[in-house]
């Protein structure tokens, strides 16, 4: 009976709890990494939308919490307090993340709640300006001759262009591996790249359409399913599974995640709110400036979410394994 009791008063109490929902608390969004780039531009966009969505008084702060490829920021929203006022906004690392390191501090399908897909970013595939290859298939067939001599830039462990980098190298089957060479962050490998002291990369539109337009650098494929037909820069460039890679496809999704035991009614609130803002014309022509393309689909819903991501995961997790890319 007293047990019985005491579940009723926590039940009354949730309930009061998201009645009340978001109060005067700020609803605060956790980014993995420094203000500026990419992931963070997308929350605060975000952010912006859900508050008109959520009413007035309804107060969404971003918060930046860098280091260890984003464990981190993960790790802090893990274990905070369930109550819909600690979130977090994180890319393609969420599915990374079990094969980059050897332990983690949280669990990445077990210890959130899944609010649902924000955005997809493709990638493209770029080379030094100084090389001679012109067209992908001539860019393929010189890497396969000399992949021994040649390295590839990312942005750090876990970030999109190392994992891109991993999956193209494995899905090309080199006789020789390239040699990778990591960065302190996009800037400092694409001017690298740039310069010519790496000789290729692979990064999200969000970093490289502006390089490529600019003749910066040179591009030879996306990693979408498909050409691009309907960007204007992008649509001159084919798809790598186009070209013969089978089966690669490539995205830096966003999603947004809340910790684990957070009340359904706050999950539904936030969710609901999440989905006005993707149809928020503001939000959708920021994020298109971005090279970001809005889900539509059934991602949008938190069980989809969660079962895209956990296929991500048994993606990601053998490729980054077979290359033995490990951190504590």
């Known amino acids: 009976m007293k047990r019985l009791l005491v579940l009723a008063v926590a039940a009354i109490s949730m309930l009061a ?33 859900m508050r008109k969505t959520m009413g007035g008084s309804a107060n969404l702060v971003v918060e930046n919490v860098n ?28 599915a990374a993340t079990p094969g ?28 030094k300006p100084q090389l001679a290859a012109n067209n992908y298939r001539d860019f393929e067939n010189y890497v396969r001759a000399n992949s021994g001599k040649l390295n590839l830039a990312h942005a750090g462990l876990g970030s999109a262009s190392h994992l891109c980098g991993l999956m193209w190298q494995a ?10 060479i990591p960065f302190g962050g996009t800037a400092p490998a694409m001017n690298a790249l740039m310069g010519g002291q790496v000789d290729i990369m692979c990064d999200q539109t969000t970093n490289t359409t502006g390089q490529i337009e600019g003749g910066r650098v ?18 001159n460039y ?21 910790p684990k035991g957070t009340p359904a009614a706050i999950l539904k609130q936030l969710n609901t709110a999440m989905k ?5 014309p503001a ?20 069980e989809a979410h969660k079962a895209f991501v956990a296929a991500e995961i048994a993606k990601l997790k053998p490729v980054i394994e077979a290359a033995g890319k490990f951190a504590d």
Do not use: C
């Not at 307090?81 to 690392?93: F, K, N, Q, R």
């Not at 050897?102 to 897909?117: A, I, N, S, T």
């Not at 084919?238 to 809340?258: D, H």
């Open 100 to 127: 980059l390191y050897r332990k983690l501090q949280y669990k990445p399908l077990e210890d959130f709640e899944y609010l649902g897909l924000v955005n997809e970013v493709p990638m493209t595939l770029i080379g």
């Open 67 to 94: 280091g260890a490829g984003g464990t981190i920021a993960a790790t802090k929203v893990a274990k905070a307090t369930p109550d819909g006022h600690s979130l977090l906004l994180w890319h393609i690392g969420m």
């Open 17 to 49: 709890q998201a009645q009340d929902y978001p109060g005067t608390k700020p609803i605060t969004i956790v980014v993995p990494f420094a203000a500026g780039g990419p992931t963070d531009r997308v929350a605060r966009d975000l952010a912006e939308a």
């Open 283 to 302: 939000f959708i022509s920021k994020q298109d400036a971005l090279g970001a393309v809005m889900v539509t689909d059934k991602r949008v819903e938190p």
């Open 218 to 235: 040179k591009a030879y494929a996306v990693t979408t399913a498909k050409t691009m037909s309907n960007h204007k820069l992008l649509k």
């Open 238 to 258: 084919p798809s790598l599974q186009e070209m013969g890679l089978k089966g690669f496809e490539l995205t830096v999704w966003n999603g947004l995640y809340a």
């Open 171 to 180: 899905a090309m089957n080199l006789s020789e591996p390239m040699t990778t």
């Open 276 to 280: 006005a803002a993707l149809q928020d």
